[in-house]
């Protein structure tokens, strides 16, 4: 996993948030998941196969999603335009073709 970035709330908590763009593979259903974060992304996984985002979302499928890809953003709304463009891609060559690309 990639450095933590630390932001100032208007409190003086700090905490620790992952901006970026992921895809999640289940092996179970052999499918990948794209999505944007602002938060820590290892707790949106857990919540991920937790199904703590409700029973009808897509990743409710399966309870064993794992890190397949994480692209780090300056900013969520950055996050979100990789998402997108990724999601627009709409292929698991595509998708693994841009895993390999970062992987190198």
């Keep these: 996993m990639g450095p933590r970035r630390i932001l100032h709330l208007q409190s003086p908590f700090l905490f620790l948030a992952d901006i970026c763009c992921y895809i999640l593979y289940s092996a179970s259903l052999d499918k990948f998941y794209i999505g944007a974060c602002q938060d820590a992304l290892e707790e949106r996984i857990r919540k991920h196969n937790e199904h703590a985002y409700g ?48 992987q190198t």
Excluded: C, G
């Excluded at 029973?55 to 399966?62: K, L």
């Excluded at 891609?89 to 073709?97: E, F, L």
């Design 55 to 102: 029973n009808h979302r897509f990743t409710a499928a399966a309870k064993d999603w794992q890190l397949f890809l994480k692209i780090e953003a300056d900013s969520f709304p950055h996050a979100v335009r990789f998402e997108r463009k990724i999601k627009s891609m709409n292929s698991v060559n595509s998708t693994r073709s841009l895993v390999r690309r970062y």
